[in-house]
Protein backbone atom coordinates (compact mmCIF):
# COMPACT_ATOMS: atom_id res chain seq x y z
CA UNK A 1 0.00 0.00 0.00
CA UNK A 2 1.61 3.55 -1.04
CA UNK A 3 1.71 5.44 1.76
CA UNK A 4 2.75 9.68 1.86
CA UNK A 5 4.21 11.68 4.34
CA UNK A 6 4.73 15.24 4.15
CA UNK A 7 7.45 17.12 6.51
CA UNK A 8 8.23 20.56 6.42
CA UNK A 9 8.82 23.62 8.93
CA UNK A 10 4.90 24.80 10.07
CA UNK A 11 5.83 28.22 10.33
CA UNK A 12 7.73 30.47 7.31
CA UNK A 13 8.81 33.88 7.45
CA UNK A 14 7.28 36.29 5.19
CA UNK A 15 9.70 36.45 1.77
CA UNK A 16 11.16 33.39 3.24
CA UNK A 17 11.49 29.87 0.91
CA UNK A 18 9.04 27.26 2.21
CA UNK A 19 10.80 23.59 1.54
CA UNK A 20 8.62 20.74 2.11
CA UNK A 21 9.65 16.68 1.52
CA UNK A 22 7.29 14.01 0.55
CA UNK A 23 8.30 10.68 1.90
CA UNK A 24 6.85 7.62 -0.42
CA UNK A 25 6.41 4.19 0.84
CA UNK A 26 5.09 0.97 -0.77
CA UNK A 27 5.35 2.27 -4.11
CA UNK A 28 8.13 3.68 -5.66
CA UNK A 29 8.32 7.38 -7.47
CA UNK A 30 9.75 6.05 -10.33
CA UNK A 31 6.92 3.83 -11.78
CA UNK A 32 6.28 3.65 -14.77
CA UNK A 33 2.96 6.43 -15.41
CA UNK A 34 2.93 7.86 -12.15
CA UNK A 35 2.73 11.47 -10.61
CA UNK A 36 3.26 13.01 -7.72
CA UNK A 37 1.91 16.43 -6.62
CA UNK A 38 1.83 19.34 -4.35
CA UNK A 39 -1.46 20.31 -3.56
CA UNK A 40 -2.75 22.98 -1.06
CA UNK A 41 -5.94 24.23 1.01
CA UNK A 42 -5.60 28.28 2.32
CA UNK A 43 -8.15 29.18 4.24
CA UNK A 44 -11.61 29.76 2.70
CA UNK A 45 -10.72 28.38 -0.21
CA UNK A 46 -10.63 25.16 -1.65
CA UNK A 47 -7.91 22.67 -2.89
CA UNK A 48 -5.40 23.97 -5.42
CA UNK A 49 -2.94 22.03 -7.24
CA UNK A 50 0.70 23.42 -7.22
CA UNK A 51 2.63 21.51 -9.72
CA UNK A 52 3.44 17.76 -10.18
CA UNK A 53 6.67 15.81 -10.82
CA UNK A 54 6.49 12.60 -13.42
CA UNK A 55 7.70 9.11 -12.84
CA UNK A 56 10.42 10.37 -15.39
CA UNK A 57 11.44 13.07 -13.37
CA UNK A 58 9.44 15.91 -15.88
CA UNK A 59 7.59 18.79 -13.73
CA UNK A 60 4.70 20.67 -14.12
CA UNK A 61 3.88 23.56 -12.41
CA UNK A 62 0.55 25.69 -11.79
CA UNK A 63 1.35 28.78 -14.87
CA UNK A 64 0.40 31.60 -11.64
CA UNK A 65 3.17 29.97 -9.34
CA UNK A 66 5.77 28.84 -12.05
CA UNK A 67 7.95 32.29 -11.33
CA UNK A 68 8.46 31.13 -7.02
CA UNK A 69 7.83 27.03 -7.11
CA UNK A 70 10.23 24.49 -8.41
CA UNK A 71 9.26 20.67 -7.97
CA UNK A 72 12.38 18.24 -7.63
CA UNK A 73 12.98 14.40 -6.17
CA UNK A 74 15.59 12.41 -5.05
CA UNK A 75 15.01 8.85 -6.14
CA UNK A 76 17.24 7.04 -3.51
CA UNK A 77 15.41 8.11 -0.69
CA UNK A 78 12.10 8.22 -2.88
CA UNK A 79 11.15 11.51 -1.78
CA UNK A 80 10.07 14.50 -3.79
CA UNK A 81 10.64 17.99 -2.73
CA UNK A 82 8.22 21.49 -3.49
CA UNK A 83 10.07 24.68 -2.91
CA UNK A 84 8.02 27.88 -2.65
CA UNK A 85 10.18 31.02 -2.91
CA UNK A 86 8.84 34.69 -1.65
CA UNK A 87 6.35 33.11 0.55
CA UNK A 88 3.71 35.94 1.40
CA UNK A 89 0.86 35.68 4.13
CA UNK A 90 -1.50 34.52 1.59
CA UNK A 91 0.97 31.16 1.23
CA UNK A 92 -0.41 29.94 4.54
CA UNK A 93 -2.16 26.84 3.43
CA UNK A 94 -2.56 23.06 4.71
CA UNK A 95 0.38 21.44 1.95
CA UNK A 96 -0.31 17.74 0.69
CA UNK A 97 1.44 15.53 -1.25
CA UNK A 98 -0.66 13.12 -3.73
CA UNK A 99 0.09 10.48 -6.06
CA UNK A 100 -1.01 8.31 -8.69
CA UNK A 101 -1.62 7.64 -12.39
CA UNK A 102 -4.35 10.15 -12.77
CA UNK A 103 -6.63 10.89 -15.98
CA UNK A 104 -5.63 14.87 -15.77
CA UNK A 105 -2.07 15.76 -13.75
CA UNK A 106 -3.06 19.19 -13.05
CA UNK A 107 -6.56 18.46 -10.79
CA UNK A 108 -7.01 18.03 -6.92
CA UNK A 109 -8.93 14.72 -8.33
CA UNK A 110 -7.58 11.55 -9.43
CA UNK A 111 -4.99 11.10 -7.38
CA UNK A 112 -5.15 7.44 -5.63
CA UNK A 113 -2.56 8.18 -2.45
CA UNK A 114 -2.77 11.84 -0.27
CA UNK A 115 -0.36 12.36 2.56
CA UNK A 116 -1.91 13.56 6.30
CA UNK A 117 -1.60 17.59 4.99
CA UNK A 118 0.79 19.71 7.29
CA UNK A 119 0.15 23.35 8.54
CA UNK A 120 2.43 26.06 7.04
CA UNK A 121 1.99 29.29 8.37
CA UNK A 122 3.78 32.09 7.06
CA UNK A 123 3.88 35.04 9.57
CA UNK A 124 6.38 37.42 11.19
Known amino acids: QVQLRESGPGLVKPSQTLNLTCTVSGGSITTNYYYWSWIRQTPGKGLEWMGA???????YIEPSLKSRTSISRDTSKNQFTLQLSSVTPEDTAVYYC????????????????WGQGTQVTVSS
Open 98 to 113: AGGSPAEIATTEYYDY
Open 53 to 59: IAYSGTT
